[in-house]
């Protein structure tokens, strides 16, 4: 095996490590809100030094494939991609990251029924299976499972723009719990930029994998039809 099929497969294995520990950081934070963990909560917190890490490594390893082994073809498109699905992934860390504190600074449960009328459950569920779609797509370099990303990022687009609306709703019903409102306001919008962050790895896998380039191809087509 050439030396540089060896530094692939170890950056496979860091980009799978950095994967899995970021959705668990998610998942975390998930149970510490649901549960009111603080606990959790502030593993969370603990655990971002290593996300942190996870992204210099990778980053450094990429950037010596590059200068050191000038891959080409697919292997070039490997590294591209690894270099920005790192960048996304530690991003996704960082939304985790402020979860985790907004539950330790607000310091008291929140009530169940906010939890649900905003489908913060719901937007957790469904952030976590795309990324699970992700890691399956990564480690078979299968673009079907990255492609249900896509429409599971549309469910969350659609939760997030009802929130504005459910959130005056609750705050003209019982304004003594403005502070609840507005702090599952933030983490519907946290939640819904993960799944932007997620859907923009799966373009990178495919882009990886097939050599496409997916990214802003819906503004570009659309901006065609209407000429």
């Known amino acids: 095996m050439a030396h540089i099929d060896t530094e692939i497969d170890q950056l496979k ?16 934070s998930q149970k ?5 963990n603080e606990e959790l909560a502030h593993d969370v917190t603990l655990n971002e030094k290593r996300v942190d890490a996870y992204e210099l490594g990778i980053d450094q390893d990429c950037e010596d494939i590059l200068a050191l082994f000038n891959p080409v073809a697919i292997d ?29 600074d607000f310091g008291v449960p929140i009530e169940d029924e906010y939890l649900e009328k905003l489908h913060v459950e719901e937007m957790y569920s469904t952030s976590v299976q795309m990324l699970t779609h992700i890691f399956n797509a990564f480690i078979k370099e299968d673009t079907t499972l990255a492609r249900k990303v896509f429409k599971l990022d549309e469910q969350l687009n ?8 459910i959130t005056t709703e609750l705050i003209e019903k019982n304004p003594d719990d403005i502070d609840q409102y507005l702090y599952l306001f933030t983490i519907v ?3 819904e930029r993960v799944g932007d962050l997620t859907k ?12 496409k380039v997916l990214k802003h191809q819906k503004e570009k087509n659309g901006k065609e039809n209407n000429e």
């Not at 950095?18 to 975390?28: G, I, P, S």
């Not at 510490?32 to 009111?36: D, H, R, V």
């Not at 996304?88 to 985790?96: I, K």
Request: contains cysteine.
């Open 13 to 28: 294995d860091s980009m799978l490590e950095m994967m899995f520990l970021v959705k668990t950081q998610l998942k975390k």
């Open 32 to 36: 510490a809100l649901l549960k009111f």
């Open 76 to 104: 070039l498109r490997f590294v591209i991609s690894c270099l920005k699905i790192n960048s996304d992934l530690e991003r996704l860390g960082d939304h985790a990251n402020s979860i985790a504190k907004f539950i330790l």
């Open 158 to 165: 659609g939760i997030n723009k009802q929130a504005s609306a």
């Open 189 to 191: 919008r946290k939640l």
């Open 200 to 211: 923009n790895i799966a373009e990178d896998l495919i882009f990886f994998i097939e050599a």
